[in-house]
């Protein structure tokens, strides 16, 4: 029997549109093959070991909620989260999560506001929003399964440094700041974009892409994921903007 | 001569707008905005211009402020007071300014004093300093339609800042919401504030939704006493001690509560009333809270608030009911998590067979997103497999719909996709038997278009009416 603990960050707080939907469906396609799956929800005063979990998860949330988590995240949390990734632990992150893993936010009066720096990427708020359907490719699934669907609403442009990839490349839409055609970005075992809601429930082989590296970390002799019906999820995926 | 030329454009968007609305009527079209829109390209002060000739009601906030204004339609009735209102859910400055024009005689008259507007919280920035209301209903904030807005907290400092440019207004606020509490809190206007008093909740209340909100002054986490949904309850900073102010109109007791009504006892400031509340759900409790608290305000007696509160119907399309062939077909609108968390909690108290249809679309009047279908809570659904017995997904994101309900952990083979809704009902009609329910659940897109086809197929009458 395999068993995955996944540690969803701060849920209370960072949670802006429908995040959870990306932890609901890691949730279900570890349940429905049988893989034993427990969720414990991290917040503020909550200790945080990282050795206690394989996948992390963190959604976006808006500067109020962001402010409140930054002192909690120095007092002790910030270097569990880095030392996780380095350890190469599963770590899924969207929007507002994403930008906090990374070195600094500059607002759009020129002040910086310094991040956790688990990550060679950096902010800059723009005036308007980034906002839209959001299409982009991945290296790391099949040809059939590569192309990833979401929907992007953000007003930092993200950049990326020398270590970290993007996640992918852009076909429709803005991703990182609407300049170098990059989506989201790729770290050892940390995966992130600026995809809402819906990104892990309708591109379900990058679900399963995250759930196989994880059993992989934990269980080195894993053969691989019992296939599921995906004609759902797929037709979700492939459909126009109507 | 300023003076004059100015006088001249307040007539003539009087004048083009009436006529605009007697041609759009003429071919049968609802005429709820354009009108509106030329007379403020006309007369672009044209707001600040008409403040003095009305006495203003404005409701807004994220939800309940159709049903709201509902109940306080029905209050200024009982009251005998003349009053114009905002209808069909047209609620920007467009919608209003073809509201107000509409009143005015030829001459700039306005021929009714009293106008009751319900108001976008967006709109409401712009509108409220310059109509100056003399009452303002803010029924709560959740978040609803990122995508157009922003965040929660940009329109709660939007709603913010249109009270700022109206200190005499009178406010009638959530004491159960701390975000909609804040403005009392924080703003010099005089308050009533309306609420659920601590852990009065009916017997066999299950929560969809439960939320904890973070201080404003602290951003420290709130303890709660108790909570009736998302963020709403009896609140307390354990840090800074900002609480959930004490309510002058407060729900005190829930006697009955079930699918169709709930009777519940009010407290008016030292007066406690019974009212039996044509209308089901916690939410709606809320929103005749408010109703009661505008109804105190226009001086009604008690017998009257109970009697009004009695007698409402719901708005447009938040919950209609007809009859269709034998079944009794329920609409309900689903605008955002928090109010579409409402209606699931309510299907909980359907006890009969019933089918239930989602339609979902992601047009501009919806929000284009369509994330938000995460954060409700389906996944209380499958305990009911015994009286649903199968659930539809409709409208432009059909697929998306059905997706959200198969990791709620509905079976696949009791979904249905079906993108027409010419076909949707006649699959669910099909599909279902005599005395059934067909509860639809559409966006206020999806509304339009169903409410169209019902309208064609069993004579509805025309929604502006």
């Known amino acids: 029997m395999y068993e995955l603990k996944i540690c969803h960050l701060y849920p209370d707080l960072m949670r802006s549109s429908g995040d959870r939907g990306s932890l609901i469906a890691l949730y279900k396609r570890c349940q429905w ?34 402010s409140i988590i930054k002192e909690d995240l120095n007092e002790g949390k910030k270097h569990e989260i880095i030392e996780a990734i380095e350890a190469h632990k599963i770590f899924f992150a969207v929007c507002g999560g994403f930008q906090l893993l990374g070195k600094y936010y500059r607002n759009s009066s020129d002040q910086e506001t310094e991040c956790i720096g688990a990550l060679d990427i950096w902010t800059h708020e723009c005036d308007t929003r980034l906002v839209g359907n959001l299409v982009f490719e991945v290296d790391f699934l099949s040809e059939q399964d590569k192309s990833l669907r979401g929907f992007e609403n ?40 600026n995809s809402h809601g819906s990104l892990l429930p309708t591109n379900p082989a990058f679900t399963d892409h995250l759930i196989m590296l994880s059993l992989l970390n934990k269980y080195p002799d894993f053969q691989g994921l019992t296939p599921l019906n995906n004609e759902l999820e797929n037709r979700a995926r492939t459909q126009g903007d109507g | 001569m300023k003076i004059l030329l100015h006088n001249f454009r307040i007539g003539m968007a009087i004048l083009i707008t009436k006529l605009t609305i007697f041609f759009l009527r003429l071919f049968g079209r609802g005429a709820t905005t354009l009108p509106g829109k030329i007379a403020l390209k006309i007369c672009p002060s044209l707001f600040s211009d008409l403040s003095d000739r009305f006495r203003i009601i404005m409701i807004t906030g994220t939800n309940g402020k159709t049903t709201t204004a509902r109940i306080i339609s029905g209050m200024l009735n009982q ?126 209340y299950i929560k969809a939704s439960s939320d904890i909100a973070y201080c404003s002054n602290c ?67 809320y929103n005749a809270l408010a109703g009661a608290a505008a109804g105190h305000l226009f001086e009604l007696k008690e017998d009257d608030i109970v009697k009004v509160l009695a007698d409402i119907e719901s708005g447009f399309g938040r919950m209609e009911s007809i009859n269709v062939e034998g079944r009794t077909l329920k609409m309900i609108l689903v605008k955002n998590p928090t109010g579409f968390n409402q209606v699931l909690e309510y299907l909980l108290t359907q006890k009969t067979s019933c ?53 709620a952990g509905i079976p696949e083979k009791n979904i249905t996709i079906e993108k027409n809704m010419q076909e949707l009902i006649n699959s669910m009609i099909e599909a279902s038997k005599e005395n059934d329910t067909l509860y639809l659940l559409p966006t206020y897109t999806a509304m339009l278009e169903i409410r169209k086809v019902l309208k064609e197929r069993y004579n509805l009458k025309e929604f502006w009416e």
């Open chain 1, 33 to 66: 093959r049988g893989i034993e799956v427990r969720v414990s929800n991290i917040s503020i005063n909550d200790p945080l070991n990282y050795n206690d979990y394989d996948i992390f998860f963190i959604g976006g949330g808006q500067a109020f909620e962001q």
């Open chain 1, 154 to 193: 953000h007003s930092g442009k993200i950049y990326l440094g020398k270590g970290v990839k993007p996640l992918g490349q852009i076909v429709t839409g803005h991703g990182n700041n609407g300049q170098d055609g990059h989506e989201g970005a790729r770290y050892k075992n940390t995966f992130c974009t």
């Open chain 2, 79 to 204: 009251a005998g007071i003349n009053f114009i209102t905002n209808k069909s859910g047209a609620n920007l400055s467009s919608g209003i300014a073809t509201t107000l024009v509409s009143s005015l005689s030829l001459t700039g008259k306005s021929l009714v004093r009293t106008a009751l507007l319900e108001t976008d919280e967006g709109a409401f920035k712009i509108l409220a300093p310059k109509l100056k209301p003399e009452i303002i209903i803010v029924t709560n904030f959740f978040e609803d339609q990122l995508d157009r807005f922003g965040h929660v907290y940009a329109t709660l400092n939007s709603v913010k800042e249109g009270i700022l440019g109206t200190p005499e207004s009178k406010l009638i606020l959530n004491a159960d919401d701390p975000l909609c509490a804040s403005l009392g809190q924080t703003l010099p206007n005089s308050v009533d504030y309306f609420g659920l008093a601590d852990d009065v909740y009916p017997e066999d």
């Open chain 2, 219 to 285: 951003r420290s986490r709130y303890d709660y006493s108790s909570n009736s949904f998302g963020h709403l309850g009896h609140y307390k900073c354990p840090n800074c001690g900002n609480e959930r102010p004490q309510a002058q109109i407060e729900c005190t007791q829930v006697l009955e509560y079930d699918n169709l009504s709930s009777t519940i006892e009010i407290m008016i400031k030292d007066q406690k009333i019974a009212v039996k509340l044509a209308l089901p759900g916690l939410y709606n409790i």
């Open chain 2, 355 to 407: 089918t239930v249809a989602f339609l979902i679309n992601n047009k501009l009047g919806d929000g284009t997103d369509i994330s938000w279908l995460w954060d409700v809570n389906f996944e209380i659904l499958p305990a009911m497999q015994d009286t649903i017995k199968s659930f539809y997904a409709s409208g432009t994101r059909a697929v998306d719909m059905a997706v959200r309900l198969k990791y």
